[in-house]
Nanobody, 119 residues
Framework: QVQLVESGGGSVQAGGSLRLSCVAS?????MAWFRQAPGKEREGIAG????VYADSMEGRFTISRDVAKKAVYLDIHSLKPEDTAVYYC???????????????????WGQGTQVTVSS
């Protein structure tokens, strides 16, 4: 069983930046960040192991990891009101090629951290 704990969410004004953190209880090679806005489906942002980005997310989002700390980070710049969502960290194993931004590929999920961007 893998436990994931996210932190770093909050309320920010448009144009600001945030760093989200996710710490795993054990090392898992494939981890990713997703987000879900009210009334919308959960969407992939970026993953590591391998490093991938959703086409629409590349540029303002940067994913990184600290293997020693079993942590994955998501830096978000130039925040927009439409970035308002609950952001989730996920971990998985044996993910097929091309599936690293598919929520159904991940078995383990964090509790989510709320990001609210005001205009």
């Amino acid at each position: 069983q893998v436990q994931l704990v996210e932190s770093g969410g909050g309320s920010v004004q448009a144009g600001g930046s945030l760093r989200l953190s996710c710490v795993a209880s054990v090392y898992v090679n494939s981890m990713a960040w997703f987000r879900q806005a009210p009334g919308k489906e959960r969407e992939g942002i970026a993953g590591v192991g391998p490093t991938v980005y959703a086409d629409s997310m590349e540029g303002r989002f940067t994913i990184s990891r600290d293997v020693a700390k079993k942590a994955v980070y998501l830096d978000i710049h130039s925040l927009k009101p439409e970035d308002t969502a609950v952001y989730y960290c996920a971990a998985g194993v044996s993910i097929s090629l091309g599936g690293h931004l598919n929520p159904s590929a991940y078995r383990y999920w964090g509790q989510g951290t709320q990001v609210t961007v005001s205009s």
